[in-house]
């Protein structure tokens, strides 16, 4: 199986601060990777996919890079609706593996 | 509007069995592959398997913690996907989602719709 490792496991930040969040692959994925995000109480919601696509109605601040093992969800401006919990996951091949999440607070 | 909703959840006794629904509406279910995910208390998501749709085979793939005890099935004259579980164990307590896939032959792109999540709690 294909392992996912997300780092910091979680960040403090501050409205209009630019966070990195990073999600390594155990195996090369291409770019069949996609992040999502999760508020408390509430079912994810799809941000990227294809490593880079933003999903229809995401705010252009959520941008996604990479390829192969390592790649990057990038918060351009942090907003107050932000605050929240990131999961990136591979679909490259199954199982498919979610990464363990990293949670952004506020600061 | 676009909508999953999962129900069958509930407090089950280990070993014992229980299978949950996920309905949906404002969609051609048959035309999309589905999911299922959960997530325990306080921890992160898990990605528990995946039905094709019909015209791609209907065929399934599962994560090895649930194969072999987990089913997902799907109907598609009631835009109903299904996942039945057998032999439950502790470790199975859980917030269950089903998720509409972005799936073709030979692209993914994404889990696009999600249910807002059935309890599962395996207790005695």
């Known amino acids: 199986d294909i392992q996912m490792t997300q780092s910091p496991s979680s960040v403090s930040a501050s409205v209009g601060d630019r966070v990195t969040i990073t999600c390594r692959a155990s195996?090369?994925?291409?770019?069949?990777l996609a992040w999502y995000q999760q508020k408390p109480g509430k079912a994810p919601e799809l941000l990227i996919y294809?490593?880079?696509n933003l999903q229809s109605g995401v705010p252009s601040r959520f941008s996604g890079s990479g390829s192969g093992t390592d790649f990057t969800l990038t918060i351009s401006s942090l907003q107050p609706e932000d605050f929240a919990t990131y999961y990136c996951q591979q679909a490259n091949s199954f199982p498919f593996t979610f990464g363990g999440g990293t949670t952004v607070e506020i600061k | 509007e676009v909508q999953l909703v999962e129900s069958g959840g509930g407090l089950v006794q280990p070993g014992r069995s229980l299978r949950l629904s996920c309905t949906s509406s404002g969609f051609t279910f048959g035309d999309y592959a589905m999911s299922w995910v959960r997530q325990a208390p306080g921890k992160g998501l898990e990605w528990l398997g995946f039905i094709r749709r019909k015209a791609y085979g209907g065929t399934t793939e599962y994560a090895a913690s649930v194969k072999g005890r987990f089913t997902i099935s799907r109907d598609d004259s009631k835009s109903i996907a299904y996942l039945h579980m057998n032999s439950l164990k502790a470790e199975d307590t859980a917030v269950y989602y089903c998720?509409?896939?972005?799936?073709?032959?030979?692209?993914?792109?994404?889990?696009?719709?999600w249910g807002q999540g059935t309890t599962v709690t395996v207790s005695s």
């Open positions: 294809g490593a880079s």
């Open positions: 195996h090369a994925i291409k770019s069949w």
């Open positions: 998720t509409r896939d972005l799936a073709s032959r030979h692209s993914y792109d994404g889990m696009d719709v």
